[in-house]
């Protein structure tokens, strides 16, 4: 498929009016062709419009017509081959191995959102039957439903060209809602986002949907975003990316006539704490697995473990060795964006002259190339000093000696909110585990155990989430069938005839659906 | 019990360090003894502070425990006897039965959530077990559950003065949920509220709670909510109340340094569709059913029917005379406070000074006295004329009249977001509600047919809530068992070992609670 450049506005290719600019291949150093057009206000405006325009139609496909559209859209990525896979790796310098690793994460998530369709419940439809004798008053037959909020804004992550963007979760989550997408493309992976587009819209045209259902907008800098938000017909937003750029998209969401939410997974420096039996038992593996685990995908993972709590004693030392060996002898990667492996070095030097961190290891950066570092300092510093907890996007992490268990669970509590928390314990640490952990729920949207933050499985049970600045909304998961909740919201029928109510809160229930009757789960 | 006007912070009385002010009794135009005295902003600090330290300990209660409470709590409140009844009577001019159904509903709220802790599911217990021979890479055992946002601050409303107050259906949903609550009392029933604050803190202490569960924080003027609202303990706000004040909480949450959500539920006027086959047939029994809705609790409910729709004509006509006849032979009745009467006059003086709108009946005003009043207009000058889609709190209701269905829809679609939307229909009329249906889903949360929309039943299948600016929060209801959604946050644990799980998410599930396991419900 030749690269034309374009927006997809409602299913058409479309110019942008506004500046061009072209796709950089970190790994090369230099722009790559074809030229892309940013959108103007204007048709920020058309494909908002179109969006809410479709809304209602959309919304009255029937769950299976739905889950046909998100197992299209997989199939149509597919389809797209080797194509995107290596247009995907000049724009953002990932080797193959990870894309299509990703690709497949990407068409599983739509195929989870699928199978939620189907199964039917997402809607947790109730029924509380009238009681016309009840006295003093008798009660109206009452049926509740979720349906979708209205049109989403999702902005594309840059560290996941594929399961963050597009067609990321965002998307499939709003899509299976019934919410139309406006998607504003990530200016560092243009044409990878064009022939996702493609692929989304081939799939809203092959199931007869309204092409407002989808539009993609090309861009850079950040004012289309804003417009984006700004928009009227907008009900929601779905964002990846940095802290300074989620907060402000939640300033303007709330700034609007009507207040919108907006779901923005920002900042988290992913605490893994080495209790001490663990630590004294296996601190070389540990610090094997850390290394690994932060150096993955040149840490450019929102569950990058950037922080690294352990009470200091002989066992932190050696652990603090062995990942600085680990780690020095890492070759430095190739980071996404110019723009990232800059705030990287700086993050990087930030730390390395604060008085009370010592370096451990340190590499040298050049251009997109990012190496790992690793810093160490005294709970106590961390604790007095703000900017040890900021977020260095990229392989740094800070290792925190802590006195004891209490300074331990102080350094806890003292952190912001978090996307993950992760313990290593043995039997013997388990009264430091309970202790610990009912300041990790508050802190943390997952807790792991025994392993490392990097990886979020895309499943029912997870979360992908975590009180601000996590996310903007520490209520939701951005990753996992719960991230449909997003872009919900209840109505509640009351004495509607039923030829007129949603088939799922009719009397018969053919799909034998769970609904709740009553407050009780039944398929009846 | 003697009223001894002050606050109640962590279970403790202590006299406010505020100004003092006093109660007025809009029925007999006095003031109320004792005085209170409003909490200073470290007395505020105190009670967060209070609640943020108990929260883990009271989110490990068990539910058993926390459904114990709150049934506690409606004992308690039922022991207060008459007591309670004539001083919200003073406090309020609200009639005696309404106050006595007011506190059964009160109560049912209590113990709606009590039975939903009892049947366990409520926490959405999420089991995706591991997968350790799954390739290419193993799957983690990841298990789900909501728990409590942590502490929130409720705000009483003027109109509902237990229901909606103290211990009301904010106070029950967080308290459900694990969260410490601080309740900001309602200037207008100080002594209604620190009775209702008694009844909850012997309940807390009855069952070995910690003191910081609960605390009173009386008080007059905004500053204290506003300093409420912008403490670093509190992260969640229930309101009900004006929009002013709710955008102005809204605010406040937004600029925090963390964000947090507020449910505020705030301005609707109720729009009530008149299909042509039901007005036709019923226009004097709607134009009953109409004037008894309006001036129920002279018209101080947020789902009072303020706006009315029906095609012009002389079926519209005679609903038009027919509810002018009945409102015109309608007291005028007391209303809650000397503010809220002067608003609504107001509010009445300004709609009958509109050049476009013609007055059918009015009534005269003196003191808190408030008479109903009934306007009319064409749809041409409601979609002109912004400010007659604003709400106006009491027995006032604009009947607009539309050329033709498209026209009505076009109405429905220029509405902002509403609690409720009514449908009169009969058989004939299957085709227009069908048309109208989808913009009312949109629009608002619950959909009432061939009824009323005052009468907010608390159930299961219930929505109060709606878009904004129904609501600050269109996914949320403050109403209902879904209520408790609002304050509540998931969290993940991946590969815990057993002993730490919490017990509705370890492997033995000997209660059968619904879990999802694979993203299906078993009671395994």
């Given amino acids: 498929m030749k690269l034309l450049g374009q927006a997809l506005i409602g299913g058409q290719p479309v110019r942008g009016a506004g500046d061009s600019f072209r796709a950089f291949d970190p790994q090369r150093g230099e722009h790559i062709e074809p030229p892309f057009h940013s959108v103007s206000e204007e048709q920020v405006n058309q494909a908002c419009v179109l969006a809410g325009a479709a809304f209602d139609a959309f919304r009255a496909s029937s769950d299976a017509q739905r889950a046909t559209l ?3 859209i997989a199939g149509n990525i597919l389809d ?14 990932l080797p193959r191995a990870r894309l299509e690793g990703e690709r497949a994460r990407t068409c599983n998530q739509l195929k989870l959102f699928a199978g939620l369709l189907r199964e039917g419940s997402w809607c947790d439809p109730r029924i509380d039957p009238a009681m016309p004798q009840r006295a003093p008053l008798p009660r109206a037959d009452l049926r509740y439903r979720l349906i979708g909020v209205g049109p989403v804004a999702v902005f594309g992550a840059s560290n996941f060209p594929l399961a963050f963007s597009v067609a990321g979760g965002d998307t499939a989550s709003a899509l299976a809602a019934g919410c139309p997408v406006v998607v504003k493309a990530h200016s560092a992976h243009p044409g990878t986002s064009e022939l996702v587009a493609h692929a989304v819209v081939a799939a809203v045209q092959g199931c007869g949907l309204p092409p407002g259902v989808f539009s993609l907008l090309p861009g850079s800098g950040s004012h289309i975003g804003q417009a984006l938000v700004r928009h009227p017909a907008i009900q929601a937003v779905g964002f990846t990316g940095s802290r300074a750029g989620g ?37 070389d593996a540990l ?39 680990a780690l020095g002898g890492s070759a430095a990667g190739t980071m996404l964006t110019a723009g990232i492996a800059a705030s990287y070095q700086r993050g990087v030097q ?42 260095v996007f990229g392989p740094a992490a800070l290792v925190i000696a802590c006195r004891d268990l209490d300074e331990m669970r102080r350094v806890a509590e003292h952190l912001e909110g978090q996307l993950t928390a992760t313990l290593h314990m043995n039997d013997a640490d388990m009264d430091a585990a309970q202790a610990l952990l009912p300041v990790l729920e508050r802190k943390a949207g997952r807790i792991v155990t025994n392993g490392f933050p990097t990886g979020v499985e895309v499943a029912h049970a997870m979360v992908h989430g975590g009180p ?57």
């Fill in 80 to 93: 797209l081959g080797d194509e995107l896979i290596e247009r995907a790796m000049a724009e953002t310098g």
């Fill in 287 to 325: 610090a094997a697995g850390f290394a690994a685990s932060l150096t993955l995908g040149v840490g450019q993972f929102c569950t990058n473990p950037g922080l690294v709590l352990g009470l200091e004693g002989p066992a932190l030392d050696r652990f603090c060795a062995a990942a600085a060996q």
């Fill in 350 to 391: 930030a730390l390395a002259a604060q008085s009370e961190v010592s370096t451990l290891v340190s590499t040298a950066h050049t251009g997109c190339q990012g190496g790992p570092a690793l810093f160490r300092a005294g709970a106590a510093s961390f604790l007095a000093q703000e900017s040890l907890s900021d977020e």
């Fill in 247 to 283: 907060t402000s998209l939640m300033a303007t969401a709330a700034a609007r006539r009507q207040p919108i939410p907006v779901y923005a997974e920002m900042s988290s420096i992913n605490p893994v704490f080495l209790l001490p039996a663990a630590l004294a038992a296996r601190h």
């Fill in 70 to 72: 998100l197992e299209a």
């Fill in 468 to 524: 601000f600045p996590a996310t903007s909304d520490g209520r939701s998961t951005s990753v996992g069938s719960a991230a449909i909740h997003r872009f919900l919201r209840a109505v509640c029928y009351q004495d509607l005839p039923q030829p007129l109510l949603p088939p799922v809160l009719r009397d018969a229930n053919p799909a034998k659906v769970w609904r709740r009757r009553d407050g009780l789960l039944t398929q009846e």
